[in-house]
């Protein structure tokens, strides 16, 4: 609450293990300019789309062309939303298989990943769904994976949402060093199956 200036915030129990598919929580700014937090279906289902297994496929939108694609530019321009989490997991190919990594802050503060949101209806069905922004990997995560989430920093945090600014850059949030401070440690492959879902798998 104190961190996105929330004025509550939904019970509810820690994810430690969260694949695409599920709901997450998201940070989304209301028609009267409030901030709320909610729950949002991972993976983006478009308006237009007639069905919603789409979301498959969209789960993250490529910074680059999020003002060409018809399944993201809309989102982008009226609905962006914070993704609050406290790390994220990558998986570097080895000659042994994939190695999995958590990526962190040094005291697993919490961070926002940049989002955008839909509100999709189809016959009697109606669905909240989100998707994660990502960019090419800097230095520090490229070893390991091409792309990253953008980290939208605290001080950036009201402009993101604002649903007045139509109009914004995403090169403007790209330029923040949000990862100068993250850590990337190793883990076991017990973060593999989705159905563990406890601290352990992040060691």
Not at 104 to 113: S, V, Y
Request: proline share 6%; net charge neutral.
């Amino acid at each position: 609450m104190d961190h996105f200036k929330l004025l509550s915030v939904p019970a509810h129990k820690p994810d430690y293990n969260i694949p695409p598919g599920q709901k997450i929580l998201a940070i989304v700014q209301l028609e009267d300019g409030s901030n709320r937090i909610v729950n949002l279906h991972w993976g983006l289902i478009p308006s237009w789309s007639k069905d919603s297994k789409i979301s498959s496929h969209l789960i993250n939108a490529r910074a680059e062309t999020l003002t060409e694609k018809p399944s993201f530019k809309h989102a982008y321009r009226h609905r962006r939303c914070l993704i609050p989490a406290t790390g994220f997991f990558e998986w570097q190919a080895t000659k042994n298989g994939k190695q999995p990594y958590h990526i962190h802050q040094q005291d697993n503060a919490l961070f926002a990943f940049a989002g955008a949101w839909e509100h999709w209806e189809h016959d009697q069905e109606t669905v909240y769904s989100c998707t994660i922004i990502t960019t090419a990997a800097n230095a520090k995560i490229a070893p390991i994976h091409g792309r990253m989430p953008v980290i939208i920093t605290p001080d950036d945090y009201d402009r993101w949402l604002a649903k007045k600014n139509t109009t914004l850059e995403m090169a403007d949030f790209l330029a923040a060093d949000a990862y100068r401070t993250m850590q990337v440690t190793p883990i076991s492959t017990r973060i593999n199956n989705p159905l563990h879902n406890d601290e352990s798998c992040l060691s």
